[in-house]
């Protein structure tokens, strides 16, 4: 058992006894965590901050994601998934195959979670017909549709704000924003892996616009590329302003860079044990975001189990299909029915919890 004298031991008696009171963690402090050795310690806090907020519950949903293009104009230097249009490999779906991807899920999904490239061509009405004609065949499923990247792209293309385009999306059903695309917010480093990607600015500024607009948003950190653990800090303190500003983040998502078929190469790869520390850090930062995910497609599902008993307690869902990891070099199964996610769930001591894209529980 880890006791109050042995977190004096190791430094870190102040922050236990700001996580016991429920005070905000400054900047120093996520510091001096990054710099503890004691993972075991680090899950210990984590870990109350998770019992406190959700007791012995992990979440997870029955979701299909849609991936509709892989051509995309930004040409990140990270990413493995975009091509250019006639390159082998690019692809693009029709409405049609978007139906088709939906009607062929082991189950009718709770939540469609709809990302891909920004290309070029695309106008948003063909998204504006396509999720109407999916709301008609799925009424009962949440749209989550779109980075803020995506969002800054249709504006720029169809030349009208931001605003204009989170509007004409809500009115044809979409409710939530999935919080891909913030990568890493600090610019210089932002500069050298997405030059031509929204900037950090902007892409908290659109969750603002949507927060205002009433949708629920994810948000997300890109982590262990060429960034310092001071971004990663900074990173979390602008989502936590963020918050407390516009109160609209349901979920944070740590996005650990897998390096396979990247061609940005990388000196010293991500460890698991930095994925951990960083998945435990990140719930003791964001004292105002009520879930962290555990996203078993780019961790692999053993280490979200892990993760699990680092402050995770989301363990995302079925899935069926997603192009962006794997084709990034993740090695984690395809889909996840809800047998083995409950098994998975129960096997790491947890509960497991059916919810809608909102959090709100499944009876």
Known sequence: MITKEYFEKIGLGSILDKVLAGERLSIADGRTLYDCTDLTALGALASIVRRKLHGNKTFYVLNRHINYTNICINGCKFCAYARERGEDGSFQLSQNDILEKLR???VAPREIHVVGGCHPDIPLSFFEKSFIA????YPQATLKCFTAVEIAHFAEIEGI???EVLEKLRAVGVEMLPGGGAEI???ETRNKICPKKLDGDNWLRIHEEAHSLGYTTNCTMLFGHVESVA???DHLDQLRKQQDVSGGFNCFIPLPFLTENSALKIDNPLTGIDELKTIAISRLMLDNIPHIKAYWVMLTVKQAQAALHYGADDFDG?????KIGHMAGASSEQALGRKELEEMILGC???PVERDAAFNEIS
Not at 318 to 322: I, K, L, Q, R, S
């Open 104 to 106: 062929s899920a082991p």
């Open 185 to 187: 917010f600090a610019p």
């Open 318 to 322: 079925t899935v069926v299909e997603e």
């Open 349 to 351: 001591g947890f509960v």
């Open 231 to 233: 971004d990663r800090l």
């Open 134 to 137: 999916v709301k008609k065949e």
């Open 161 to 163: 704000s931001s605003k």
